[in-house]
């Protein structure tokens, strides 16, 4: 045989992603592990897969094309044969591709999934971080199994299995005045800076809180990384509102942080695990949702505290 599934693996990563630096921060592979599988698949078949665009990424050829679909049909088929062998001996087996909401990321998947992989060997759990908007792309275009992620702009094709209920709450620096109140009206923080986590529909979310009580913040900044969030409020630049609580209530720098709830009634997050209807599970991909619903739930979220200040 003059490829390898490998090499077809890389190969339909980087015709996915229109770059290979885009491909290997995605399956998380050595740009030169991409650029080498397919310069091989290349020079195999005799035939250009790319047109390299110098310093805009690269495109498929026409013919790059017709091999990226029997690529992924080859691929797909390869996969089914591994659950299919799997179901023959009764072993839980296979890759599976999670897709995970950028901001739960580093919160809940490292336990998640590493916890699965030591119940069950013989897996692999490949994790991609998106926006929602491109969780739910990934989903329709087969690039990925399942993803763990919010309730947001689901559409009819896809399967959402609710795992917990997480309300919003007010982040604060620890040493903010109000950090010690048991509870934050929404009112309570209409003169004071917001630091807004501008993320595709999360922060319509956020705003839509304010508009239900006709209520416009202030906002003060926005971004679209947690880290940065948590950071600018740490230093007491402004306060911000969130659903999930890390364990760890310290921005990177050291500065403490605080959680407290949000007074009065307002629509909550539902975490759970999106799924395209029209997919068929396998054993694999079966026994990682029955190990999620074990572990996540309104009572326990790994990586994640369920209690206030």
Known sequence: MRYTLRQLAYFVAAGEAGSILKASENIHVSQPSISNAISQLEDSFDVQLFIRHHAQGMSLTTAGREFFREAKLLLSNAEQLQGFAGELSNQIMGTIEVGC???????????LCHGFMTSHPKTDVRVREAHQADILQLLRQGSIDLALTYDLQLQSDIDFIPLA???????????????????????????????????????????????????????????????????????GHGYSLANGRPLNQLALDGKALSYVPLKGAHPAL??????????????????FIDYCKSLVTDNCIPGMTLGFN
């Open 101 to 111: 909401f950028i901001p739960l990321a580093p919160i809940v998947t490292p336990d």
């Open 165 to 235: 209920s997480l309300p919003p709450y007010v982040l604060l620096a620890a040493d903010d005045p109000l950090s010690i109140a048991k509870a934050i009206a929404i009112e309570d923080l209409a003169d004071r800076p917001m630091i807004l986590l501008d993320l595709p529909l999360s922060s319509d979310y956020f705003m839509g809180i304010f508009s239900n009580h006709k209520i416009k913040p202030t906002i003060k900044a926005r971004t679209r990384l947690t880290d940065v969030q948590r950071g600018l409020v740490a230093s």
């Open 270 to 287: 539902t975490l759970g695990l999106a799924l395209l209807k029209s997919t068929r599970k396998n054993q694999a991909q079966v026994a």
